[in-house]
């Protein structure tokens, strides 16, 4: 399995709090992701790195924002949670293969519940 | 608009026969087709993939067929076991520059394998 850690595992908060997630990994990838996975919408991309200090949006950035001081690290912010972002939230890595192909792999996820 | 549909929300099948899991794609750029399983409370990983110059990937008890005149993929899994049962997302890449590996996902198909 790749290493790929997400904390917290779980989280509550309330409406108007910032929330950070973070994701590490172990594995040297280049690319990270952040996905919301929410019930008829499969996953969905929030924002994804392609190198330190490099991001970009993905199709649902609105009210996050991300960072990548190092290559293991990518912290996703909520900067002031709302209900709409109760959901559960996946970090994924990637790297080129030897193939060409760039399969991600994902962490186990944080669950959020905004009240 | 989404761009990649999986129009089965659950599948259920007996144990030892086929399972047979579609998805559709509207975007003519995708050239990268991945499937991932999802058992609950765990994060998705991935099963098996197929690029656009290919029709057909194998790999043991799957195979994914892929049909770019229809704009159509399958994932068959052959025999079906009970341990196979969990949620099948299809996803879609289209490479190049800083968008390689941005995956574009499914809503997912849930799988029940009977005994």
């Known amino acids: 399995d790749a290493g790929i850690t997400q904390s917290p595992r779980h989280k509550v908060t309330e409406t108007g709090t910032p929330v950070t997630l973070r994701c590490h990994q172990t594995e040297n990838h280049r690319y990270m992701y952040w996905y919301r996975q929410d019930p008829g919408h499969g996953l969905r991309l929030i924002h994804y790195s392609y190198g330190v200090k490099d991001t970009d949006k993905g199709e649902v950035s609105d009210g996050y924002s991300v960072s990548r001081s190092k290559t293991e690290d990518f912290l996703l912010t909520l900067e002031s949670a709302t209900s709409s972002q109760t959901s559960v939230y996946f970090c994924a890595i990637s790297d080129k293969g030897t193939s060409g192909s760039y399969e991600q792999y994902f962490g186990p996820g944080t669950r959020l519940t905004v009240t | 608009d989404q761009q990649v549909k999986q129009n089965s929300p659950s599948l259920s099948v007996q144990e030892g026969r086929i399972s047979i899991l579609n998805c559709d794609y509207t975007?003519?750029?995708?050239?990268?087709f991945l499937w991932y399983k999802k058992y609950p409370a765990e994060g998705p990983t991935f099963l098996i993939s197929i690029s656009s110059i290919k029709d057909k990937n194998e790999d043991g008890r799957f195979t994914v067929f892929l049909n770019k005149s229809a704009k159509h993929l399958s994932l068959h899994i052959v025999p079906s076991q009970p341990g196979d049962s969990a949620v099948y997302f299809c996803?879609?890449?289209?490479?190049?520059?800083?968008?390689?590996?941005?995956?574009?996902f499914g809503q997912g198909t849930i799988l029940t394998v009977h005994p």
């Open positions: 996803a879609a890449s289209a490479a190049g520059g800083t968008s390689y590996g941005k995956l574009t």
């Open positions: 975007n003519s750029m995708f050239d990268y």
